[in-house]
Each structure stands twice: as C-alpha cells, then as structure tokens.
C-alpha cells in the first residue's frame, strides 16, 4: 500500500465527488451502477485520478467515460492517458471537436498573442499537438448527456466556442466547467475591481467570470453567466475553486449575473 497521502474527496452532492486536483478540478458523478469522469485536470494527475477512480468506482474501478467541458489543456490534460489506460472514450461537446482534433486553435487573446511572436511552424505544432486522438467522441448537447440519464447538458460558449455545463434539475447541482469560477481570477467578468487580486492570493471564495487571456468571446460567455444563474443552483461547482453549496449559492450566482448583465461586456 502507498505511503501518499490518498487525494481528498468531497461529497457536494447525492453522487457528485469533486476532486480538487493541482490547479483545476475534477469531479466523479455517480449514477445507477456506474460512474463518469467530468474533466481530467492538467498533465501529470492521472495517477492522483485513477487512485481515485479506484477508490469510488467499485468492481471496476474505472469510469464508463471521460466527459469534458470543454478543451483547455487543464481539463484535458491527463484525459488521453486515462482513456488508454482505462479503455474508455473521452466524450466532447461537438462545438469543441475543432479545438481538440489537431484542427484550430481557440479564438482567444494568447493564442493571438502567441500568433504574433511564434513562427509559422512553430503555430502549426500548437495545432497538431491539440489533437486528442482516437478516444476522443463527440456527443449533441441537446441530445442530453451521456451516461448520465438525470442531467442536462447547457450550452455555455464564451470561455470556448463549444463549452458546455452539467445541470440535474431533480436537486439544481450545477457542474459549471469554466463559464464562471468560484475564485478570484483576473477576468473581465468581475475579476476587476478593488480586492481581486488580494482575494486570489487568499484563495478566498469569490465569483468571478472565465480567464481574460483565455477567453474566447465575451459577450457569449456574459450571457452564459446570465443563463446558469436562471437555472437557481443549489451546487455550483465550477472548474476553479471550492464549490459553493446551500441556499447562498443562487443568490451569490444571482448577484454576480446581474452585475454581468449590467456591465454590457462586448
Ligand atoms: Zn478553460
């Protein structure tokens, strides 16, 4: 038996385990006999995921799948591995394949940024180097989301063109990816102001809208923060930070959409 420390798990919701993993965060969703994966943190956690995996996910200790929320390389990043070593597809929202399939990258402020001081060539080994693979399958979010009967699946573009959140009406547990993050960030949705940058060196809960530089639209991902909080989470787990649960977590959501919609991002 490993002398390590096991990774420390939470309950946020009937089924719902988030793992907080080095910089992001995973969650394992349980429903009837088996178990999904939603995002897959960065490179290196898939020794932390699968002990994890082995822990909660009974006979077989593995997942049905890897469901993500969108492609950045921190929900991604240990999801090729994990899919070979467990024998099970990495489930993408059809509006991300072009960004995971070795085709494009995100339309956002540090791919421009690195457009202006990369070579050509080095550009073109970003594109290939983002292709997942053969693991990798598109799902129709209006289609529901696989392997999880009770959910629904949320279009929330913005952060990325096909971005999508995890929403179960039955108890309103909100798996939000990155269209808004229970930290302090730097984001020009609510990341400004006095004291963000203090409450991000706290790590002190606080709402805030996706990542500037990685952000691909704005007035996408504003409406997408205006639409999760019409849905009046009770969990509001998000891809950074401590997931918010109880009867503060709508009205907090609420708030934070408000001043969203107020401020008329473009
Ligand atoms: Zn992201």
């Known amino acids: 038996m490993s002398a390590r420390k096991s990774a420390r798990t939470v309950e946020v919701a009937r089924g719902v385990h988030w793992l ?3 910089g992001a965060n995973a ?8 178990w999904v994966l ?3 943190g960065f ?19 593995r997942p049905e799948s890897i469901l993500i929320t969108h492609g950045h390389l921190d929900h991604v990043g240990s999801a090729v591995g994990l899919a070979a070593a467990w024998n099970v597809p990495i489930l993408a929202p059809m509006g991300e394949m072009p960004f995971i399939d070795g085709t494009a990258l995100y339309p956002e402020p540090l791919v421009a940024w690195l457009a202006r001081v990369l070579p050509r060539r080095a550009m073109e080994a970003l594109v290939r180097d983002s292709d997942l693979g053969d693991a990798v399958r598109p799902f129709e979010p209006q289609a529901g989301v696989p392997g999880l009967p009770e959910w629904a699946c949320v279009p929330t573009p913005g952060h990325t063109p096909g971005h999508v959140a995890f929403f179960r009406p039955v108890d309103r ?10 930290m302090a960030w730097s984001s020009r949705l609510g990341g400004r102001g006095a004291g963000w940058l203090w409450d991000l060196v706290r790590r002190k809960p606080r ?8 952000t ?4 996408d991902a504003a409406a997408s923060v205006v639409a999760l909080a019409e849905l009046d989470p ?31 991002v473009c």
Do not use: K, M, Q
């Open 20 to 22: 907080p993993l080095r």
């Open 27 to 34: 969650y394992f969703v349980h429903s009837g006999e088996s």
């Open 38 to 40: 939603i995002d897959a």
């Open 43 to 61: 490179p290196g956690c898939g020794r932390i995921i699968a002990e994890v995996a082995e822990r909660l996910c009974g006979a077989t200790g």
């Open 173 to 182: 547990t909100l798996i939000a990816g990155d269209a808004v993050l229970t």
């Open 207 to 214: 709402l805030s809208g996706p990542p500037t530089i990685f």
């Open 216 to 219: 691909c639209n704005w007035r």
């Open 234 to 264: 009770w969990v509001l787990a998000t891809g950074h930070g401590t997931p918010l649960a109880g009867r503060h977590a709508a009205p907090a959501l609420g708030a934070f959409a408000a001043r969203v919609a107020a401020a008329s």
